[in-house]
Nanobody, 118 residues
Framework: QVQLVESGGGLVQAGGSLRLSCAAS????????MAWYRQAPGNQRELVAS???????YYADSVKGRFTISRDNAKNTVYLQMNSLKPEDTAIYYC????????????WGQGTQVTVSS
């Protein structure tokens, strides 16, 4: 069982920046992906960005050019650098770590609140 510990959320003004971190307690040895999702009140949870163990990246259109996902494999940690934040980025951000090709390994962090004020 893998535990994910998130940090870095907070309250910022529009145009500001935050850096989220998510550290995994153990490693998935097979092909895997670490990702950030977010969920705002009344909305579905949406995929924001992801980074696979074979270095494939994805960004939602709404964050392209503003957010950067990175991964430190030695530390089992994924980061999300968020720049030029907008009020519509306000949400709870969740880290996800799962195997690709197997449903056995799929883990979620506890969530961290990001609030962007106008």
């Amino acid at each position: 069982q893998v535990q994910l510990v998130e940090s870095g959320g907070g309250l910022v003004q529009a145009g500001g920046s935050l850096r989220l971190s998510c550290a995994a307690s153990d490693r998935i040895s097979m092909l895997n992906v670490m990702a950030w999702y977010r969920q705002a009140p009344g909305n579905q949870r949406e995929l924001v960005a992801s980074f696979t163990s074979n270095s494939r990246l994805y960004y939602a259109d709404s964050v392209k050019g503003r957010f950067t996902i990175s991964r430190d494999n030695a530390k089992n940690t994924v980061y999300l650098q968020m720049n030029s934040l907008k009020p519509e980025d306000t949400a709870i951000y969740y880290c996800n770590y799962r195997a690709i090709g197997s449903s056995r390994y799929n883990y979620w962090g506890q969530g961290t609140q990001v609030t962007v004020s106008s």
